[in-house]
């Protein structure tokens, strides 16, 4: 048993490499959190080196009856000591956890890389995929293990957060006068934070997971992020994954 979180693909692309079915956190949120199996994982991207709200809060709230417990958590640029970090939230809930390990991808954070340089960088991610799978199948137990430079990268992230302003991340978006109003971006939000009311586009942003699914999938490219952006032209979806398995993981609103 797998779940996953996405925003643009690359964490539900790992999660079908490990197993053929698995299961969206944002689809099983509100039912009832009980699991048990032979193995049971996650994999999520990590966003300021831990993993996605929503994502936390299912690890508190479910319960995992499981022999191996494990976490790949993909990201695109640093890691910033995530498995470490993840192996405290882990303690902190209770479970009983084999294996994290981080996986390199593209990087899908618009205010510091450009997709289109992104998808051009070889991030070797099928032969660590390969080594991952070999491992989980294995049941090889290892938090893969962290530096201090992870640890100063974390440390200089939280103090560099502390001079934001209080909603930078979570007061994302703007929708410019290129929406058609068509509705994807309400049909790919993982938390149900986007609707369309009258022509007019209306963003929850409390609930927003900042996963940033809505800007990278809309195809007309009118939603921006506030903070700017390397190149506001290009977008990105794993290239494995289309755009009706996005709304399948996340659509709230059906
Ligand atoms: C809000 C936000 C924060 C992010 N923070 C980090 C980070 O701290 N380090 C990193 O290497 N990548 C970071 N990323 C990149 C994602 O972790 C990476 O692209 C991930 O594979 C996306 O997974 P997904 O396609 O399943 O949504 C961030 C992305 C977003 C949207």
Redesign the pocket.
Known sequence: MLF???????????AKRIEENPISIPQVMHQELNFKDERIGI????????VPTMVKEFMKNAHFETDYFYMI????????G?SELAKKLCDEYGIKVNYIQT?????????A?DMDEQRKIDKQIDSQLQKITTDIKNKIDEIQSVTDIDRDAHKQ?LENREKMPADA?TN?YKVTEACVHCGICTKVCPAGCIHIERDKVLYDSDKCQ????CI?NCPQKAIQLLLGEKNSKAR???EH?TLQEIIKANQQNK
């Open positions: 996953y979180f996405t925003g643009t693909g690359n964490s539900l692309y790992a994999v999520a991207p990590i966003y300021g080196h831990e958590l993909t990201y695109g640029n640093r890691h910033g995530a996986l390199l991808m593209v990087d899908n954070f618009l205010l890389f992230f991340f994302l900042s996963c940033m699914a990278h990105y979806r794993n994954i």
